[in-house]
C-alpha cells in the first residue's frame, strides 16, 4: 500500500491562527487537517496522471487512464517506452485529446533522455527549481506542479496563487468586492509564510464547509 503521512503538523495550524482573526476563525470552522501526503514514488507516473486528468472529472479521467493502461494489456501505467513505442493513433483511441497525447509523448521522451528527475534528486531540489524543471514538459504548468509538491511531495509553502478556488475564497475570506490578481493574492499570502500550503487546504475546504 502506498505510504502516507500528515500534511501538517501543529507548527503550521498555530501559526495560520496566530496570523490573523479571519484565518484563526476558518482554521476554527475546519477543523484539524484531515489531508494527508501519498509518496510520490516515480515522479513520471505522477505527471502521467496529471496530464490524463487536466480539464476533467474525476470519473471521466480514470476512464481514460484505465484505457490508456488497457492498451498495453495491463492496469498498470505503461512505461515511457511503451508509450513510445505505439503510435499516436493508437495512443488517441483511448480517449485523449491530440494535445494530451503529444504531452505523454513529449513527457516519455523527456524522462526516457533522463531530463525528468528521479524522487530522490527532486526531494534535493526547491520548489521553484522543481516547477523550472518540470515545466519543461508539454502539458505540465506551474499549477500542476504545484499540485505535485503539495499533495505528493508535501511542501509546506506551496502558494498556488492561480488556483481559481484559492482565490475565490480568499475574497471571501476578506470581503472582496471580486477575486484578487495573482500579484495581490502572492502578497495576501506572505502572513502565512512559511505554512501557505496548510493555508491553501483551509481556504480550499471553506468552499465546502458550510459558513458558521
Not at 499533495?151 to 475564497?169: E, H, I, L, N
Not at 487546504?201 to 464547509?209: F, S, T, V
Amino acid at each position: 500500500m502506498p505510504r502516507t503521512r500528515p500534511a501538517f503538523d501543529t507548527a503550521a495550524i498555530d501559526h495560520l491562527r496566530r496570523s490573523d482573526r479571519r484565518m484563526r476563525a476558518l482554521v476554527d470552522r475546519i477543523g484539524p487537517p484531515t489531508l494527508r501526503v501519498e509518496s510520490l514514488g516515480d515522479p513520471y507516473e505522477a505527471l502521467l496522471r496529471s496530464i490524463v486528468y487536466q480539464q476533467l472529472t474525476g470519473k471521466a479521467a480514470a476512464t481514460i487512464l484505465g484505457r490508456v493502461c488497457a492498451l498495453f494489456g495491463s492496469e498498470a501505467m505503461p512505461r515511457p517506452e511503451q508509450v513510445l513505442a505505439v503510435s499516436t493513433e493508437r495512443l488517441r483511441s483511448a480517449g485523449l485529446s491530440g494535445a494530451k497525447t503529444a504531452a505523454l509523448q513529449d513527457l516519455a521522451r523527456n524522462t526516457v533522455d533522463g531530463a525528468i528527475p528521479t524522487f530522490r534528486s527532486l526531494a534535493r531540489m526547491n520548489d521553484e527549481t522543481i516547477i523550472e524543471r518540470l515545466t519543461q514538459v508539454r502539458g505540465i504548468g506551474r499549477w500542476s506542479v504545484e499540485m505535485l509538491l503539495l499533495f505528493r511531495m508535501g511542501r509546506p509553502d506551496v502558494w498556488p496563487v492561480g488556483d481559481y478556488a484559492v482565490r475565490k475564497s480568499y475574497a471571501g475570506l476578506l470581503g472582496l468586492p471580486e477575486l484578487p490578481t495573482p500579484k495581490a493574492l502572492h502578497a495576501g499570502g506572505e502572513p502565512w509564510r512559511p505554512f501557505r500550503s496548510a493555508a491553501a487546504w483551509y481556504l480550499w475546504r471553506a468552499l465546502d464547509a458550510p459558513a458558521a
